[in-house]
């Protein structure tokens, strides 16, 4: 069956780096767009960046300040896997981080998205 594990986070001072991995298994992997998304104590789950299946994309959310410039999303289609790079962390970056995977090629919203992981957890303390 389809499975997304996330692994990587955890607790981290506000400047500091993490790097989540999603590991995939019981779908072709290669095409699939893959998405990060986060969701925060009381919020919305949101969009944080995606790498489409056709190699040609990556896209990160506009209105999540500086995303694009601190965060970077990379995918291995020999391993399965989706990396989500994160520098400079801040306090406003904790989460619950998701990785999920979608047939479009430019998929943002959470409707577009047909399987998730468990997420796994981000803390900056400042």
């Known amino acids: 069956q389809v499975q997304l594990v996330e692994s990587g986070g955890g607790l981290v001072q506000a400047g500091g780096s993490l790097r989540l991995s999603c590991a995939a298994s019981g779908f072709t992997f290669r095409r699939y767009t893959m998405g990060w998304f986060r969701q925060a104590p009381g919020k919305e789950r949101e969009f944080v960046a995606l790498n489409s299946w056709n190699g040609l994309n990556t896209y990160y959310a506009e209105y999540v300040e500086s995303v694009k410039g601190r965060f970077t999303i990379s995918r291995d289609n020999a391993k399965n896997t989706v990396d989500l790079q994160m520098n400079s962390l801040k306090p406003e970056d904790t989460a619950v981080y998701y990785c999920?995977?979608?047939?479009?090629?430019?998929?943002?919203?959470?409707?577009?998205?047909?399987?998730w992981g468990q997420g796994t957890q981000v803390t900056v303390f400042s």
């Open positions: 999920a995977a979608s047939q479009r090629v430019a998929a943002t919203t959470r409707n577009e998205y047909d399987a």
